[in-house]
C-alpha cells in the first residue's frame, strides 16, 4: 500500500511538473515548452501618438529605449513626411526574431529585428490596417485592413504583400489556432468573425459577433477556443476553436473592452481582459467561464501579454504612458514603467535577443515621454468616488492630442467636450470634440491643440476648465462632468 502510495505521489508530482515546463503560452501550442524570464526576452508596445515602440526588460523591469518610427506633429503634417503615423498593431515571428508593426494613418507595416532594433523593411498596403500577425510556419504575415475589406497576406520573407484574403468589411484582428490549421478574423465594422483554412485562404465556417466592434481576438494553447472583445457593447465572446465552430459563451465585462490574451500557470488556464472603462483587468477561467480577479491597473488599460512562463502579464496603460507587470500567481501589479504616449498593442518576445546587448539603434523617450494627464467626475459624484473619465495630454511641441477615456454616460447619446471658464462647468463653452457614445455608455474622445497650457495657466482670466455636456456646438443642457481639481 505504501509503494502504491509513493508511486501515486510520484506520478502526480511529475504530472505536475511535466505540465509546469510544458504549459505553453500564447500564441505557441500547449505542447510547447515555458521559457522563464530572462534579460533576452523584451517587451514591445506600439505607441499611437509619439510614434514609437518602446523596449522593456522584463527582468528588472525597465525601459531600455524606444525605436523611434516617425515624428509627432506638426513634422507629420507634411507631404513630404516619409515616417509612419498612429503606430499601432504588433505582431510577431515564430522564432522571435522579427515584429511586424502596423500603423494606421500612414498604411504601413514595418518588419523590425529584435537582436538590433532595425527596421528591416517597410510595406505599405489599403486604407487603415490594424494588426498583424505571423502563421504559426513562419512563412505568411497576415494584416487586417480595417479600412477595406480584405485581410492582406504579406510573404515574411521579402515583407511584400502577395495576396490578398476577402472579408466581411473592417476586419479588426486575425490569430491562429496553435496547430497553424485555422486564422480567425473578427470584425471592427460588422458583426460577423470568420475562420479561414490558411493552407487555401478560404473561409471555411463564420460566428455571428453579439455587436459589431470586434478589436482583438486570442486563440488557447490547447487549441479549443477562440476569445474575442467587443469593444462597443464592453463584452467578451468564446467560441469553439474547430468545426462548427459554435459559440460557447458571451461574458459582460464593462465599457471600453479591449484586449484579451491566455495565461496558463499552476491554477489552470485564463483569459485576462482589459476593461478600458474601468481601468482594470479582469480575469476569467477558460474552463467555466468564472471571474477570478479583478486587477486595478492604471488609465485605460489596452495591449496584454504573457511572459513566455506565464508568471506575468504585461498591460499597456494607454492613459498613461505606461507598462504594467502583474504577477498571474497573485494576480497584484508588481511594477509600472514608463513608456511612450498612449501604448495600444504589446508583445511579449521570449529570447529577443540572444547575443549582445540589444540596446543598438535605442532612443532615450524625449518627447514621446512628455504628457499630461486629467480627470473629470460626474457632478453628482459622491466624495472620493473614482473619475468616470480619464484624459491625457500627449505633447507635440507646442500643441497636444487630447484622448478622453469618457465613461458613466447614457448609451448611443450626442455628448460634447469642451472648456469652460469656470470650474463648476458653468458659463459659455468652448468646444473641444463632439461624440456619439456606445452602447456602454463610454467613447474615445480626441482633440488637438495647446490645450495643457490654457487648463495649466496660472492666470485666471486664461484659465480653462473641461467640461461634458449634452449635445453639440449648436446646442447643450448643463454640466454632466467637471474636470477633476
Same mark, same amino acid.
Given at each position: 500500500?505504501?509503494?502504491?502510495?509513493?508511486?501515486?505521489?510520484?506520478?502526480?508530482?511529475?504530472?505536475?511538473?511535466?505540465?509546469?515546463?510544458?504549459?505553453?503560452?500564447? &500564441?505557441?501550442?500547449?505542447?510547447?515548452?515555458?521559457?522563464?524570464?530572462?534579460?533576452?526576452?523584451?517587451?514591445?508596445?506600439?505607441?499611437?501618438?509619439?510614434?514609437?515602440? =518602446?523596449?522593456?526588460? *522584463?527582468? /528588472?523591469?525597465?525601459?531600455?529605449?524606444?525605436?523611434?518610427?516617425? #515624428?509627432?506633429? *506638426?513634422?507629420?503634417?507634411?507631404?513630404?513626411?516619409?515616417? +509612419?503615423?498612429?503606430?499601432?498593431?504588433?505582431?510577431?515571428?515564430?522564432?522571435?526574431?522579427?515584429?511586424?508593426?502596423?500603423? !494606421?494613418?500612414?498604411?504601413?507595416?514595418?518588419?523590425?529585428?529584435?537582436?538590433?532594433?532595425?527596421?528591416?523593411?517597410?510595406?505599405?498596403?489599403?486604407? =487603415?490596417?490594424?494588426?498583424?500577425?505571423?502563421?504559426?510556419?513562419?512563412?505568411?504575415?497576415?494584416?487586417?485592413?480595417? $479600412?477595406?475589406?480584405?485581410?492582406?497576406?504579406?510573404?515574411?520573407? =521579402?515583407?511584400?504583400?502577395?495576396?490578398? !484574403?476577402?472579408? &466581411?468589411?473592417?476586419?479588426?484582428?486575425?490569430?491562429?489556432?496553435?496547430?497553424?490549421?485555422?486564422?480567425?478574423?473578427?470584425?471592427?465594422?460588422?458583426?460577423?468573425?470568420?475562420?479561414?483554412?490558411?493552407?487555401?485562404?478560404?473561409?471555411?465556417? /463564420?460566428?455571428?459577433?453579439?455587436?459589431?466592434?470586434?478589436?482583438?481576438?486570442?486563440?488557447?494553447?490547447?487549441?479549443?477556443?477562440?476569445?474575442?472583445?467587443?469593444?462597443? @457593447?464592453?463584452?467578451?465572446?468564446?467560441?469553439?476553436?474547430? &468545426?462548427?465552430?459554435?459559440? %460557447?459563451?458571451? %461574458?459582460?465585462?464593462?465599457?471600453?473592452?479591449?484586449?484579451?490574451?491566455?495565461?496558463?500557470?499552476?491554477?489552470?488556464?485564463?483569459?485576462?481582459?482589459?476593461?478600458?472603462?474601468?481601468?482594470?483587468?479582469?480575469?476569467?477561467?477558460?474552463?467555466?467561464? @468564472? +471571474?477570478?480577479?479583478?486587477?486595478?491597473?492604471?488609465?485605460? &488599460?489596452?495591449?496584454?501579454?504573457?511572459?513566455?512562463?506565464?508568471?506575468?502579464?504585461?498591460?499597456?496603460?494607454?492613459?498613461? #504612458?505606461?507598462?504594467?507587470?502583474?504577477? @498571474?500567481?497573485?494576480?497584484?501589479?508588481?511594477? @509600472?514603467?514608463?513608456?511612450? +504616449?498612449?501604448?495600444?498593442?504589446?508583445?511579449?518576445?521570449?529570447?529577443?535577443?540572444?547575443?549582445? #546587448?540589444?540596446?543598438?539603434? %535605442?532612443?532615450?523617450?524625449?518627447?514621446? $515621454?512628455?504628457?499630461?494627464?486629467?480627470?473629470?467626475?460626474?457632478?453628482?459624484?459622491?466624495?472620493?468616488?473614482?473619475?468616470?473619465?480619464?484624459?491625457?495630454?500627449?505633447?507635440?511641441?507646442?500643441?497636444?492630442?487630447?484622448?478622453?477615456?469618457?465613461?458613466?454616460?447614457?448609451?448611443?447619446?450626442?455628448?460634447?467636450?469642451?472648456? =469652460?471658464?469656470?470650474?463648476?462647468?458653468?458659463?459659455?463653452?468652448?468646444?473641444?470634440?463632439?461624440?456619439?457614445?456606445?452602447?456602454?455608455?463610454?467613447?474615445?474622445?480626441?482633440?488637438? $491643440?495647446? !490645450?495643457?497650457?490654457?487648463?495649466?495657466?496660472?492666470?485666471?482670466?486664461?484659465?480653462?476648465?473641461?467640461?461634458?455636456?449634452? $449635445?453639440?456646438?449648436?446646442?447643450?443642457?448643463?454640466?454632466?462632468?467637471?474636470?477633476?481639481?
Amino acid at each position: 500500500m505504501k509503494r502504491h502510495f509513493a508511486r501515486t505521489a510520484m506520478a502526480t508530482a511529475l504530472a505536475l511538473t511535466s505540465y509546469l515546463s510544458w504549459a505553453g503560452q500564447a &500564441p505557441y501550442a500547449a505542447a510547447a515548452p515555458d521559457i522563464a524570464i530572462s534579460h533576452r526576452d523584451r517587451v514591445y508596445a506600439a505607441e499611437q501618438f509619439s510614434n514609437t515602440v =518602446s523596449v522593456t526588460d *522584463p527582468a /528588472s523591469n525597465t525601459l531600455l529605449g524606444v525605436i523611434k518610427l516617425g #515624428d509627432a506633429q *506638426p513634422a507629420n503634417l507634411s507631404p513630404l513626411y516619409k515616417g +509612419q503615423v498612429l503606430v499601432h498593431g504588433m505582431g510577431f515571428s515564430p522564432d522571435g526574431r522579427t515584429l511586424a508593426v502596423v500603423s !494606421i494613418g500612414s498604411n504601413s507595416v514595418s518588419l523590425i529585428d529584435t537582436a538590433t532594433n532595425a527596421v528591416k523593411h517597410v510595406t505599405y498596403i489599403g486604407r =487603415s490596417p490594424h494588426e498583424a500577425f505571423f502563421t504559426p510556419d513562419g512563412k505568411e504575415i497576415w494584416v487586417t485592413v480595417r $479600412g477595406e475589406d480584405y485581410v492582406s497576406v504579406l510573404d515574411a520573407a =521579402s515583407g511584400e504583400e502577395k495576396s490578398r !484574403i476577402k472579408v &466581411p468589411g473592417g476586419p479588426g484582428m486575425q490569430i491562429f489556432s496553435p496547430d497553424g490549421r485555422y486564422g480567425y478574423v473578427c470584425s471592427s465594422f460588422n458583426p460577423e468573425t470568420v475562420v479561414i483554412g490558411v493552407s487555401d485562404h478560404k473561409i471555411v465556417g /463564420s460566428i455571428k459577433q453579439a455587436s459589431p466592434f470586434c478589436p482583438n481576438i486570442a486563440a488557447t494553447p490547447d487549441g479549443k477556443q477562440v476569445w474575442l472583445t467587443l469593444k462597443d @457593447t464592453g463584452k467578451v465572446q468564446v467560441f469553439d476553436a474547430k &468545426p462548427p465552430f459554435s459559440l %460557447l459563451k458571451t %461574458l459582460d465585462t464593462g465599457p471600453i473592452t479591449n484586449h484579451v490574451n491566455i495565461v496558463r500557470n499552476a491554477k489552470g488556464s485564463f483569459a485576462y481582459v482589459t476593461i478600458g472603462g474601468l481601468n482594470r483587468v479582469n480575469v476569467y477561467r477558460t474552463d467555466d467561464f @468564472t +471571474q477570478t480577479a479583478s486587477i486595478p491597473v492604471g488609465n485605460l &488599460p489596452h495591449g496584454v501579454w504573457p511572459s513566455g512562463d506565464g508568471s506575468r502579464v504585461y498591460v499597456g496603460l494607454e492613459n498613461a #504612458d505606461a507598462l504594467t507587470a502583474i504577477d @498571474t500567481l497573485s494576480n497584484k501589479v508588481i511594477a @509600472t514603467i514608463p513608456i511612450g +504616449q498612449a501604448p495600444q498593442a504589446v508583445a511579449y518576445v521570449p529570447n529577443a535577443v540572444p547575443a549582445g #546587448d540589444g540596446m543598438q539603434g %535605442l532612443q532615450p523617450l524625449g518627447i514621446a $515621454g512628455q504628457a499630461v494627464h486629467l480627470a473629470l467626475k460626474n457632478v453628482n459624484a459622491v466624495h472620493n468616488a473614482p473619475p468616470a473619465t480619464t484624459l491625457s495630454l500627449f505633447d507635440q511641441g507646442i500643441t497636444q492630442i487630447l484622448q478622453a477615456s469618457a465613461t458613466g454616460l447614457e448609451p448611443k447619446q450626442n455628448y460634447l467636450l469642451g472648456l =469652460s471658464p469656470q470650474a463648476d462647468g458653468g458659463g459659455k463653452l468652448e468646444p473641444l470634440s463632439q461624440f456619439m457614445t456606445n452602447p456602454a455608455g463610454a467613447a474615445i474622445v480626441n482633440a488637438v $491643440g495647446p !490645450i495643457r497650457q490654457i487648463v495649466d495657466s496660472h492666470h485666471a482670466d486664461e484659465r480653462r476648465y473641461l467640461v461634458i455636456v449634452k $449635445g453639440n456646438a449648436d446646442g447643450y443642457g448643463k454640466p454632466i462632468q467637471i474636470q477633476v481639481r
